[in-house]
């Protein structure tokens, strides 16, 4: 099935030969992201990227994505500056906004905003967060990021253990991650939460419906063990109103946690931002030194899985592999102090 000129608003769109697809393609896009080659395939195309809720990575990552595939961007952010101050309604800024560009990017606070922008435009309409909905791009930046470190690892995406750590209920990442996870084959998920913010059971069920084994557990300690990836997230405190939460320094996963119960290989990932406010129990700091820590590779895989959803969604993924040449700026060859062994792995 073609992505052309279709709305993204669910993970689950995604089969494993779309998943297979876009990761090639993707994968021949890493260089463009880094600077070093250049494509302008979307020379002339306007993406609108409307961000109704608080966001850094996914507006500029999404942004980032489309300059760097030739096209230019319009945005906003917040509703203060909109005309839904005004009142207006999303299905009418989704009419307005559709004549304006060829793919809109939009985030929400809630879950159903995105099903009533996109039924208002033809013009396609990629989810970046609906409430505590979904957040495909970043299940498929994930998935992405999975692809490059097992391939580095030497290892399959069948049969994994994926432990999904924290705020489960309310974390829109994990919705859609999980989603991603069930299109391989013989998974072990792990959902690690307290009780109050577990994964919802209709996600616990599409898993163990497509033949994947699901753990629950409330117990950090135990499920990390043998785990092939800690995926952490950040308590969604804005989703609830004052209810206070138990959320124990357990779901801290710092060094300590990590040396003594994570593989030698895991991989430990989280969609970012983390909460590095003292008691956040959050994903520590005192990590940034361990090589398992793949969280800004995960941030630079972003760009590359999203640059091929946009190249695929308006029908120019054919057009990339005969576009590229190479780029005559100015780049360092790595981009964070620890990354030179990571740098290897391009596909170049
Ligand atoms: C996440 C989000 O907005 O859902 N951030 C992101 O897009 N990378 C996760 C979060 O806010 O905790």
């Not at 030698?264 to 959050?282: F, T």
């Not at 398992?292 to 972003?302: C, P």
Request: with cysteine.
């Amino acid at each position: 099935m073609s992505l052309t000129g279709k709305h993204i608003l669910s993970s689950d769109q995604f089969d494993r030969d779309e998943l297979e697809r876009l990761f090639e393609l993707a994968d021949v896009l890493v260089p463009v992201a880094r600077g070093e080659q250049v494509t302008r395939v979307l020379e002339g195309a306007v993406l609108a990227s409307l961000f109704f809720e608080a966001s850094t990575r996914t507006r500029l990552s999404c942004e980032s994505a489309f300059l760097r595939l030739g096209g230019a961007v319009t945005s906003t952010t917040g509703t203060g500056v909109t005309s839904i101050s005004k009142g207006e309604s999303l299905a009418d800024t989704a009419r307005v906004v559709g004549g304006y560009c060829d793919l809109v990017v939009m985030r929400h606070p809630e879950v159903n905003s995105i099903h009533e922008f996109a039924a208002a435009t033809n013009v396609p309409v990629v989810n970046a967060g609906n409430g505590a909905g979904e957040h495909p791009t970043q299940a498929l930046l994930d998935t992405f990021t999975l692809h490059r470190e097992f391939g580095r690892l030497g290892k399959t995406m069948d049969g994994r253990r994926i432990a999904l750590v924290g705020d489960l209920l309310h974390g829109r990442t994990v919705h859609s991650l999980m989603k991603l996870l069930t299109r391989y084959e013989k998974m072990t998920i792990v959902c690690v939460a307290p009780e109050e913010l577990g994964m919802p059971a209709e996600l616990l069920e599409l898993a163990e419906g497509r033949g994947h084994q699901v753990e629950v557990s409330d117990q950090p300690g135990q499920a990390l063990r043998e785990a092939d990836v800690v995926y952490a997230t950040r308590l969604q405190t804005e989703r609830f109103a004052d209810k206070p939460v138990p959320y124990s320094d357990d779901f801290r996963i710092d060094r300590s946690l990590v040396e003594r119960v994570c593989r030698e290989d895991a991989v430990i990932m989280h969609p970012l931002p983390r909460d590095s406010r003292p008691g956040a129990n959050d994903l520590s700091a005192d990590l940034n030194q361990d090589p398992r820590l793949a969280i800004f590779r995960q941030t630079d895989a972003g760009i590359p899985a999203r640059m091929a959803l946009f190249a695929s969604v308006l029908g120019v993924a054919d057009e990339i592999r005969g576009s590229l040449r190479e780029a005559r700026w100015y780049r360092p060859s790595f981009t964070g102090p620890d990354d030179a062994p990571f740098y290897r792995n391009s596909t170049r």
